[in-house]
C-alpha cells in the first residue's frame, strides 16, 4: 500500500513521524488540520469557536475525503478524526492505517504546553484526555492495520518499524 494514514491521540506525534516518514519514502506528507487552517485561513481554535466542534468534523471530512483521492502519500490525521464513520470508510478503503499510539499520561506530557488544542482548554486537561482516549481508543484500534506503541521511542524509530513492516 502505498497510502499511509496515522491515526492516534493528540501528541502522539502523527505530524512529526509523518513528516519523517514521508521523506524517507520520497513521498508527499499532508496534515489534515494544517491543511483546514490553509484553506480556510483560520486557526483549529478560531474554527472551534465559531463553527464548533461539528462544524469543524465537517470540514475535516472534507479535506480528509479530497486528500485521499489520490494515491502515493502520508497523512496525519487529527486525533477526532477517527470520530466520523465517513472518514473510518475512507481510511480502510484508502490508506494502511498506522494507529500511533500514546497513553494518556504521554499526551498530557506531550500537550502541557500548548494552547492551540481546543478540546484541552479546560482545567482538568488529564480528565479531558481520559474520556477522550476511552471513547476513541476503540475506534482507532478497529481501523488499524498496524498499532505502534511509542512510549520510550523516538520519531525515528517509529518510522523504522512502519517502514520494516511494509517492506
Known amino acids: 500500500m502505498n497510502n499511509i494514514i496515522l491515526i492516534g491521540p493528540m501528541g502522539a506525534g502523527k505530524s512529526t513521524i509523518g513528516k519523517l516518514l514521508a521523506h524517507s ?6 496534515d489534515s488540520d494544517k491543511e483546514i487552517e490553509h484553506r480556510t485561513g483560520a486557526t483549529i481554535p478560531l474554527i472551534f469557536e465559531i463553527e464548533g466542534e461539528s462544524g469543524f468534523r465537517d470540514r ?7 486528500l485521499t483521492q489520490t494515491s502515493g502519500w502520508v497523512l496525519a490525521t487529527g486525533g477526532g478524526a477517527i470520530l466520523r464513520p465517513e472518514n473510518r470508510a475512507v481510511f480502510t478503503e484508502r490508506g494502511f492505517v498506522v494507529y500511533l499510539h500514546a497513553t494518556v499520561q504521554q499526551q498530557a ?8 488544542r481546543p478540546l484541552l482548554q479546560t482545567k482538568d486537561r488529564v480528565g479531558k484526555l481520559n ?5 476513541r481508543e476503540p475506534l482507532y484500534r478497529e481501523a488499524a492495520d498496524l498499532i505502534i506503541e511509542t512510549a520510550g521511542k523516538s520519531p525515528k524509530l517509529v518510522v523504522d518499524l512502519i517502514r520494516q513492516y511494509l517492506d
Open 109 to 116: 506530557e506531550r500537550t502541557a504546553m500548548d494552547t492551540q
Open 60 to 66: 475535516e471530512v472534507a479535506v480528509i475525503d479530497e
Open 25 to 30: 519514502m520520497n513521498l508527499p506528507f499532508f
Open 131 to 135: 474520556e477522550l482516549m476511552t471513547k
